[in-house]
């Protein structure tokens, strides 16, 4: 059974930081490209961070030179560092695992609030 569990949410000040882990079970994790998605009230869900299994990376515009993604093979474990946080961050957060047509899973969220 595939599961993806998303930690590291809550509230936050505007410029403060958060740091989000995705532990994933039941997949073989190398093999995956790895994802941050959000969702806000009232709007579609975006692309927020992605890693391949080689470890490459592309981040949406919105969050480039903020947020940095990363990946612990050995810990089945993905990561979303988020620095200099803005009200509009605030969303549902969501990993996301993908391996071509062999597998898409996704985690239920962690909410993530920027406010003062």
């Known amino acids: 059974q595939v599961q993806l569990v998303e930690n590291g949410g809550g509230l936050v000040q505007p410029g403060g930081s958060l740091r989000l882990s995705c532990a994933a079970s039941g997949i073989t994790f190398s093999r995956y490209t790895m994802g941050w998605y959000r969702q806000a009230p009232g709007k579609q869900r975006e692309l927020v961070a992605r890693?391949?299994?080689?470890?490459?990376?592309n981040y949406a515009d919105s969050v480039k030179g903020r947020f940095t993604i990363s990946r612990d093979n050995a810990k089945n474990t993905m990561y979303l560092q988020m620095n200099a946080l803005k009200p509009e961050d605030t969303a549902v957060y969501y990993c996301?695992?993908?391996?071509?047509?062999?597998?898409?899973?996704w985690g239920l969220g962690t909410q993530v609030t920027v406010s003062s």
């Open positions: 890693i391949t299994s080689a470890g490459m990376t």
């Open positions: 996301n695992a993908n391996w071509m047509s062999i597998g898409d899973y």
